[in-house]
């Protein structure tokens, strides 16, 4: 019975075994949570508590264990969850959660702050009024987090999100013109809308994409125009948001495997893209393997990168990014050729 | 149950010692914790059971919970007593309505790729203990992120909070040279995707602002928390956007190759045909590297003409994408 807890998701590292502490800290606002919700399915407990339902039996096993001084069965916590259901009892001493600590008040005091500055933002008076009272009950823990601040950007994208805002609400379909940067392609495109979300200082509207047939994200400030179409924008019903925490970039088994070198200076890389692998090298820098099914946006990203970056494998793709380099770099010896009689 | 291994052995133990110092209404002496914890019962001695109790007290109040010592003067023969203050123990008694919840839950989301990720969600399973249920059909599908991709931030956070004095390596923008710099931390925030600290720089002995992500390596503390104040009411956002205060923007000549470089072309002030092949547009800028970072992503599609400085950036990075070899000084012109 070992702390045995699932693979952490993506971008969220898990030790391998848990501390007592962490885990006592589950055990006390797990209590209280029971409590007020007698006969809760173990596997709802184990969704809320992000661990497995193995977990939360085990818990259980544990709390069935505590009580108060004596040791006697009336002492003792009563757990049962023979059914699947769970019934917790005699757990007055801690049937109240412990209060909020630092980093908790501060996570969702700062997030409160941040949200009642998006603009639009449909549900301000609730922020305002969970704010108050938060900050009500939380007292010294969020004494500093006024100094602690996120600033969501409106970004360049104001026009499109007031429009997808208003097409969401009265769930219609859009229009957009699109520009694909990674392609520098502008497109058209018809879009049921799903969500507007904020993601690494963009914000972008989810929507099921009609001539990709598929869920995509626009980022709003590439949105060229948006038209609401007097058309019905419910998505199909097998439309399913993209799991954002693990990333935009969602790559695909199938998907074409490039390893690059990065130097010290374009290390960001590795936190920026999803990757497969990242090897630490000498100097600071690291090899990383992805995973791609188009490849324009990395060419681009290695001319950016310059010297601070060298495609390793495929052989082709780091070809093309050599072949682009010297035909650009042919026209600027063209260019300097023909200013310098004129200038 | 018995054949647990240690570290269930020890919540158990961690979770009898709260309960039972939550449930009495005296302070309770070593010797009493002692019995009334079956799990120390069973220590060898009372040197082993001293020094385990010592270490589960200090995990405990790491914890946030509040144990308290009290002097036991008269109650036990001189000897201190402990427990824990219940109504500081609890979380105050706060109804949320649903749509607050429902926001708080937005708010607790907004970290889920971030390192307060454990934290925020831990807070609102407190929050939701009571038993309401959040109304998420009540928003209307807008949610932010935030990340902290920077591996600083987690030490950064903490001294700011604390007010704990720093001392890190930190490469400069402009010559990408390190130093060490010696900082009190006054503030973090998020701006545009990145976090920056602010803080009076011991060095130059004047307000700075410092990136998260030019921060190598360790964060070291120098000195004790609160060992230094913050200028009241200091805004880290306010001081960061001003002192990040972007240059005045300046005039850029590209030549566009027909077809493409679409963002360039939605930014320019004038765009003009050279030939069916180019276009030349006019567009401002205001800072030379990232512009040129930019511009390279186009490789062969958009060339610079002026300024030089501009176009000397992007032909850097364009022969470092080159590689070494043969050829490479072909723009050298």
Not at chain 1, 270 to 280: A, L
Not at chain 2, 103 to 110: I, N
Not at chain 2, 158 to 184: D, M
């Amino acid at each position: 019975m070992s702390a045995k807890r699932q693979p952490g998701r993506v971008g969220q590292a898990r030790p391998a075994t848990e501390s007592a502490t962490s885990r006592l800290s589950r055990l006390l606002t797990m209590v209280p949570w029971l409590l007020n919700r007698q006969g809760v399915e173990i596997e709802e407990a184990a969704r809320e508590f992000a661990v497995t339902p193995a977990q939360v039996e085990a818990d259980l096993a544990l709390l069935f264990l505590c009580g108060t001084p004596g040791g006697y069965h009336g002492d003792l916590i009563e757990a049962e969850w023979e059914s699947g259901r769970v019934y917790l009892g005699n757990a007055d001493t801690i049937k109240r959660p412990l209060r909020l600590g630092v980093d908790e008040a501060l996570a969702l005091i700062v997030g409160l702050r941040a949200l009642a500055a998006v603009p639009g933002i449909g549900e301000r008076d609730a922020v305002v009024r969970a704010l108050a009272k938060l900050e009500a009950a939380t007292g010294s823990a969020s004494a500093g987090s006024s100094r602690i601040q996120v600033v969501i950007d409106e970004g360049t994208g104001k026009e499109a999100m007031a429009l997808a805002q208003q097409a969401l609400t009265a769930r219609r379909r859009v229009h957009l013109r699109y520009l694909v940067p990674g392609r520098d392609e502008s497109t058209e495109r018809d879009v049921d809308p799903m969500r507007v979300i904020s993601f690494d200082a963009h914000w972008y509207l989810e929507g099921w994409c009609h001539r990709a047939e598929d869920v995509r994200l626009f980022r709003l400030d590439r949105i060229e125009s948006l038209t609401i179409l007097d058309e019905d924008g419910t998505p199909p019903a097998t439309a399913e948001p993209r799991d954002l925490d693990s990333g935009v970039f969602t790559p695909h088994a199938d998907d074409q495997l490039v390893r690059v070198a990065l130097g010290p200076g374009a290390a960001w890389v590795s936190d920026y893209y999803p990757t497969e692998s990242v090897e630490p090298a000498e100097g600071g820098g690291a090899v990383i393997t992805l995973r791609t099914a188009d490849t324009a946006w990395l060419r681009r990203l290695m001319w950016r990168l310059g010297s601070q970056a060298t495609v390793l494998e495929p052989a082709e793709l780091a070809l093309e990014v050599q072949q682009g380099a010297r035909a650009a770099l042919d026209a600027y010896a063209a260019s300097a050729r023909s200013i310098r009689p004129s200038g | 149950m018995r054949s647990q291994p240690n570290a269930s052995d020890k919540t158990e133990r961690l979770l009898n010692l709260v309960i039972c110092l939550l449930y009495t209404r005296q302070p309770l002496s070593k010797a009493k914790i002692r019995d009334a914890v079956p799990q120390y019962g069973t220590t060898a001695s009372a040197e082993a059971f001293d020094r385990m109790f010592e270490r589960d007290k200090d995990e405990l109040r790491d914890l946030g919970i509040p144990l308290v010592t009290e002097p036991g003067d008269v109650l036990f023969d001189d000897e201190p007593g402990y427990r824990i203050d219940r109504r500081e123990y609890a979380l105050p008694e706060i109804s949320f309505a649903a749509d607050e919840l429902a926001v708080l839950g937005l708010a607790s989301r907004a970290w889920a790729q971030a390192s307060l990720a454990g934290p925020a969600a831990q807070a609102l399973r407190k929050l939701e203990a009571a038993g309401v249920e959040r109304d998420d059909a009540s928003l209307i599908g807008i949610e932010p992120r935030v990340r902290t991709a920077e591996p600083a931030f987690e030490a950064v956070k903490k001294a700011v909070l604390e007010r704990i004095p720093v001392a890190f390596t930190y490469r400069t923008a402009s010559s990408g040279g390190v130093a060490i710099r010696h900082v009190q931390p006054w503030g973090i925030a998020s701006w545009h995707g990145r976090w920056y600290l602010t803080g009076f720089d011991r060095d130059r002995n004047a307000p700075r602002v410092f990136r998260l992500g030019r921060i190598e390596g360790e964060v070291a503390t120098e000195g004790k928390p609160a060992s230094y104040d913050v200028p009241v009411g200091h805004q880290p956002k306010a001081m960061i956007s001003t002192m990040a205060v972007e240059r005045d923007p300046q005039p850029a000549v590209l030549r566009v190759r027909v077809g493409a470089g679409h963002s360039l072309r939605r930014r320019a002030r004038t765009v003009g045909d050279v030939d069916g092949t180019w276009s030349q547009i006019d567009v401002d800028f205001t800072d030379t590297e990232a512009f040129a970072d930019e511009i390279s992503s186009f490789g062969p599609d958009v060339v610079v003409d002026s300024p030089s400085e501009l176009r000397e950036s992007v032909i850097r990075r364009l022969r470092g994408a080159l590689g070494p070899g043969p050829g490479s000084e072909a723009a050298s012109a």
